[in-house]
């Protein structure tokens, strides 16, 4: 049963263009939504992470809105360069009381951005 | 970077054969964690370490077995090579504790033919 499903699979983006990768969760026992960057040959690293008690985080030109109520969240990515070409990863972590830090991951978006 | 190592990168096998990934870390978390990644699956968790000699199975942990003798090493076992164990295998350490964030090594390529 898969807990985080994310959308779109993939994405293509004209450079300066506004990027939007949805997440939606199932289960409410969750601590932390961290979002997840990736280029190829690597291993995910984080990017932006927010908790469930708030609405909104920005850093940069990367914003998480998260409405709690839906068990939503998104990621906003402003001014997209080409350089931000990667894969996306959200993904619901538990902590280590609830879930011995477990993360559970949607299944990646493909970002292209286009000169 | 988290001083995270896998190792091999690298791995072309056969099936029926037994395959040993490593992973070593120089950050003394405590909890460790293997993922596998294949496409259209983001990443699934396949076992997870909560101390030395402590470990338990995740989500997709059929046909592995995990061992942690030391701190700093989680070994990911495959006893018998199977071509749906072909994927890229990460290994994780955390999680920071005010964001949950893992901390991912480069991976390890398997292939098994």
């Known amino acids: 049963q898969q807990q985080v499903k994310q959308s779109p699979q993939s994405l293509i983006v004209q450079k300066g263009g506004i990027s939007i990768i949805n997440c939606a969760y199932e289960?409410?026992?969750?601590?932390?939504f961290p979002w997840y960057q990736q280029f190829p040959g690597k291993g995910p690293a984080l990017l932006i992470a927010?908790?469930?008690?708030?609405s909104e985080k920005k850093e940069g030109r990367f914003t998480i809105s998260f409405n709690k109520s839906a068990k939503q969240f998104s990621l906003h990515i402003m001014d997209s360069q080409p350089g931000d070409s990667a894969t996306y990863f959200c993904a619901a972590s538990g902590g280590l009381n609830t879930n011995a830090g477990k993360s559970t991951f949607g299944d990646g978006t493909t970002l292209t951005v286009k000169p | 970077d988290a001083g995270i190592t896998q190792s091999p990168r690298h791995k072309v096998t056969e099936t029926g054969t037994p395959v040993t990934l490593r992973c070593h870390q120089t950050?003394?978390?405590?909890?460790m964690y293997w993922y596998r990644q294949d496409p259209g699956h983001g990443l699934r968790l396949i076992h997870y370490s909560y101390g030395v000699k402590d470990t338990d199975k995740g989500e997709v942990s059929d046909g592995y077995s995990v061992s942690r003798s030391k701190t700093e090493d989680f070994l990911l076992t495959l006893e018998s090579a199977t071509s749906s164990q072909t994927s890229v295998y990460f290994c994780a350490i955390g999680p920071q504790p005010r964001t949950g964030e893992l901390f991912f090594g480069e991976g390890s390529r398997l292939t098994v033919l």
């Open positions: 950050e003394n978390h405590r909890y």
């Open positions: 289960n409410t026992a969750f601590d932390y």
């Open positions: 927010i908790r469930p008690d708030v």
